[in-house]
Structures are given as structure tokens and as C-alpha cells.
């Protein structure tokens, strides 16, 4: 754990998100006070809540995330058989009166 003054923060930001970002937590201090942490992101965040905009609605409570995550959407299954579709393609065909 590290502690860092706000005013070498400022200077110095990219170097410490890089420490946080390895799992090391930083604190930030102002007046020899701790103000802040700035500190790696918990393992189950999940993709969904990496977003700012979706993580500022779940910290409101506007949104809640969902419990299990999901694998995409489940797989298609065809309503008819190719062979069924170009029958029935076949027969409205037929019903047709060409001139």
C-alpha cells in the first residue's frame, strides 16, 4: 500500500492508476489526511459494469445488475425445414393466376 499527496498525485496520475491497475492500492492523502483510494478493480466487476454510465446508475440504485451473466442470447432453432419452407413457397407459387 502506497500513499501519494495530492499535489505529486496531479504530476504523477498515470504512474499510480499503472500501480493500482498491478493490485497495489494507493492512498491519497491531502494534509496528511487520507481523502481517497485509488485501488485495482474487484475480480467479479464484471464487463457490464465497467462501463461509467452503467456503474454511475448501479452507485444511484437506478440499475441493478444481473445476477448471472448470461453466454449471449440462446441458440436459434428453426421454425419449419428448409424442404417445408420451399413447399409451401412452391404451393402459394401455384395458387398464383398468371395471365
Not at 26 to 34: A, M, Q, S
Not at 40 to 62: C, F, M, Q, W, Y
Request: proline share 8%.
Amino acid at each position: 500500500m502506497r500513499s501519494v499527496g495530492l499535489k505529486i498525485l496531479k504530476n504523477k496520475l498515470s504512474e499510480y492508476v499503472r500501480l493500482a491497475a498491478g493490485g497495489e492500492v494507493v492512498l491519497i492523502t491531502d494534509r496528511n489526511r487520507v481523502v481517497a483510494e485509488i485501488t485495482p478493480p474487484h475480480p467479479s466487476r464484471s464487463a457490464a459494469t465497467a462501463d461509467a454510465a452503467v456503474a454511475e446508475l448501479i452507485r444511484k440504485g437506478l440499475l441493478t445488475p444481473a445476477k448471472i451473466v448470461g453466454k449471449g442470447p440462446p441458440s436459434r432453432t428453426p421454425a419449419m425445414k428448409l424442404e417445408e419452407i420451399l413447399r409451401d413457397l412452391d404451393e402459394a407459387r401455384a395458387d398464383r393466376d398468371l395471365p
